[in-house]
């Protein structure tokens, strides 16, 4: 199956579509989409490359780290 995260989506059509993303996200420092609650809210409003800038992570670090998992990125 080709697993394809498009960058434009938000967390949580990302972790509808992929459950095992949530998993991901949460060692990447997405702590916010362990909880179904703030997940189904602030989850529609914010996008990975979002929660990068607002965390000061690298997007690019992790893209790597979603690519190494098995997905492949739309930016």
């Known amino acids: 199956m080709n697993k394809e995260i498009d960058l ?3 967390l949580y059509e990302l972790t509808e579509s992929y459950p095992e993303l949530i998993d991901i996200l ?3 420092g ?4 362990a909880n179904p609650a703030l997940r189904s809210s602030h989850g529609k409003v914010m996008t990975i490359p979002k929660g990068c800038e607002t ?5 690019n670090e ?3 780290k979603l690519e ?3 997905f492949k990125v739309k930016r």
Do not use: P, R
């Open 55 to 59: 965390m000061g992570k690298d997007l």
């Open 68 to 70: 190494e998992a098995g």
């Open 26 to 28: 949460i060692g990447l």
């Open 8 to 10: 434009q989506k938000s």
């Open 62 to 64: 992790v893209i790597k």
């Open 30 to 33: 997405f702590m916010g989409v």
